[in-house]
């Protein structure tokens, strides 16, 4: 190519020879060829990524503030920093808890298996400082969680997914920690050891609550998840054991509350020893106070809630009618084991440990947990009234055996439950007697009675809407005879 042909490289004009290109002022001499260009890109490229490494290798992980997580970060895999305020929660795969840090609360949902978790001291408890790393899920609802699936590392920062720093333990007591409580809470979300006797027991859904009660009737309740039992030995607790328990401290809306981590926590150091006093000893100087009675079991009676069919409470009478009548709730009967359930009948002689108190000025027992009665299998009956036109106002809350033929029936209607039924019965002398069976023994009964049945029934006699009735206690005192 002669002078007058050369083209710049740079704008494709004809330069005539000249340099710089006349036109835009290129310099060809000084280009670089695409070899050295290329070589040189790699080099940097390296050198930069290096850097970078070297940099999220010393510069560690960046936690998300909760308070910053928005709808827009659905699925997305952050690292979280806070302080675990609830839980443990335990299921058979998982464990699920909170963490709080300055900006806000984000519940944790960590889908391992709990056995591994307990073994490599993963189970968090309230007061510890968490660390973790998962991806976030942001419902429609605005609620939001984090769920972690792994405890490896990160293979950049070399931080573990899933990290816990233990809190330290403070020694104090139910007084000061309730007082504490209502005043500075400078104990909210830390680990406590205290001692307390135990004094009732709350069972929920999915967990159960522990009263523990100091010396001068402070108390305090104690958390635990029924999913501990997943990866526990058996909890064995009595009423009026006296424990000394580590637990964090946390809260159930603005109630104070203990959360327990492990079985492993509790202690128990002692226990009471109740006053043994005959039912019908109870007395004024007794109330508020634990006693162990005893006797025989000669009525049981099942009340239901108002707005459903279910059972609320059972109520007991030992030896007599007119002594102080003995009560549980439902949620504490079902905790009995299947056998003691079956014989906490009447006819049966039971002791067992409950809290007297006085309502409408007459004594009663509270049957509290955790406790197992001591029972022995027997059989009583009411009196037999032959003639069931003979019970009147005198025989108000009497217990009575009544025998005859059913010869009416009529639904008392409860709205959108079932009904309660109304029963006349007619006795081998002509008279007719009324029996009332409210639903909540009505529909458990397995084969309900009609009219034309011959009946055999036990009860108490009440009055309601100006007449006397007959009330069986539960289901099983209703026998239909041949």
Known sequence: MSETEKICPACGKPTAG?????HCGADPRLRLSIKVAVLLCVVILVVGSGFFV???STAGVEPTPIGSIDRWMDY??????????SGPQIDKTSISFEVQDASGILKVEIYLPPERLKREDKIPSVGDKALLFGQLRVFPD?????????????????????????????????????NDWYTSQSLKYKRVTIEGTITNLWPLSSAKLYTLEDN??????????????YIENVLNLRVLQTIRVTAGVSAYRTKL??????????????????????????NDSLNGKFVK????????EMTGKPLSLEVDKRYIWLGDNDNPRIWMYESIYKLLPENVRKLLR??????LVGRVSKSAGQFQIEFTGPQVPSLENGTYEPAFIENVATINSSFLNDFVTIAGRIVENSEVRRGTLPSDWEFVMRDNLGENGKIWVPNTIYERMLDPIVVGDNVRVVGKVIYRAGRIWVQPGVPSDVVKVS
Request: net charge negative.
């Open 142 to 178: 605005g609620s939001t969680e984090i769920r972690v699936s792994s405890l490896d590392k990160d293979p950049l920062t070399g931080e573990e997914y899933f990290q816990l720093t233990r809190a330290q333990l403070d020694e104090t007591s139910i007084g000061y920690l309730v």
């Open 257 to 282: 509350q203990l959360a327990l981590l492990s079985y492993d926590d509790i202690e128990v150091v002692g226990a009471w020893s109740p006053n043994e006093v005959g039912i019908e000893n109870i």
């Open 18 to 22: 000249y340099v710089p290109c006349p």
């Open 216 to 229: 001068n009737g402070v108390t305090v309740e104690m958390y635990i998840h029924n999913g501990l039992g």
């Open 54 to 56: 070297l940099h999220l």
């Open 293 to 300: 009675v005893s006797g025989q079991i000669v009525f049981t």
């Open 76 to 85: 997305a895999s952050v690292w979280i920093k806070g302080t675990v305020i």
């Open 346 to 351: 009447r006819g049966a002689t039971v002791e």
